[in-house]
């Protein structure tokens, strides 16, 4: 059996869980794959800020550190953000997939420049920061929202007849105004709409969750892993600080509610 572990950015309940494991409908597995779908422990409520970053970076970091040791062949992080990715590399061999970069890169092998349609105007500087970061300000065409304030759990909580229109549109003026060759989908969250802009835009369309399952199907394949000079393991590793602080946190959480 090949065990995938997915790491879910926020601490979700059954139902938010449920969600997220509905994009593993949308492309074909291999027989005998299990996806483990594991929320963080505890984390910001929303994603919008320096601050929420670095928390976030903190909380995923935490959910993956022990997956190899836990038997997993391979770690997906389940947001556009890659938050958490490098610091995984770090301790890990198992391949470490980010839903971001990988999505980008993937659109470059599809046309010549790409826009990222966001939820809402605030995650906007979060994609432009990655963007930058990456180095792709001039494979982007552009980053729009289709204003959509978010629910980290389910996106779309049946407003599919409402939103799935108004991301379309906004795709449009992607490709239209922007001169956008493809459309990277800027959440996994927005995994159900990828199929209706799929048919309804006339450029390609990058579900960034699904992606990541295929891209660790190929690294696993081919043998392939992150390196170590790129990724440089800790010299003095505190993975048990790391675990006590996320536990803490957890209960500080618990105790305001």
Excluded at 51 to 56: A, N
Excluded at 192 to 199: F, I, P, S, V
Excluded at 219 to 224: D, M, N, P, T, V
């Amino acid at each position: 059996m090949t065990r995938i572990l997915v790491i879910v950015p926020f601490a979700l309940d059954e139902a938010g869980i449920r969600n997220r494991e509905a994009q593993s409908g949308y492309v074909p597995l291999p027989a005998g794959w299990q996806l483990t779908y594991r929320p963080v422990t505890c984390g910001p409520t929303s994603f919008m800020s320096p601050h929420d970053w670095g928390l976030m970076d903190m909380a995923i970091f935490e959910a993956g550190c022990t997956a190899e040791k836990d038997g997993f062949d391979a770690v997906c992080i389940d947001t556009m953000s890659d938050s958490g990715m490098q610091a995984l590399r770090s301790v890990l061999r198992i391949p470490v997939i980010g839903a971001g970069k990988a999505s980008m890169l993937y659109a470059l092998t599809l046309g010549g420049k790409f826009s990222v349609l966001a939820q809402w105007e605030p995650a906007l500087p979060r994609y432009r920061k990655a963007i930058r970061e990456y180095g792709f300000e001039r494979q982007c065409a552009s980053v729009r929202s289709f204003d959509q304030p978010p629910d980290f759990a389910n996106l779309l909580d049946g407003k599919e007849d409402k939103v799935f229109p108004r991301m379309r549109d906004v795709a449009m003026r992607c490709i239209e105004e922007d001169g956008a060759e493809v459309i990277c989908l800027g959440s996994t969250t927005m995994h159900q709409a990828g199929e209706y802009l799929a048919a309804n835009l006339p450029v390609p369309v990058v579900n960034p969750g699904p992606l990541t399952y295929k891209l660790v199907e190929t690294f696993l394949a081919l043998g392939l892993s992150h390196g170590r000079d790129a990724y440089a393991p800790p010299v003095e590793p505190r993975l048990d600080m790391l675990r006590a602080m996320m536990k803490a946190g957890a209960a500080a959480e618990a105790g305001r509610g």
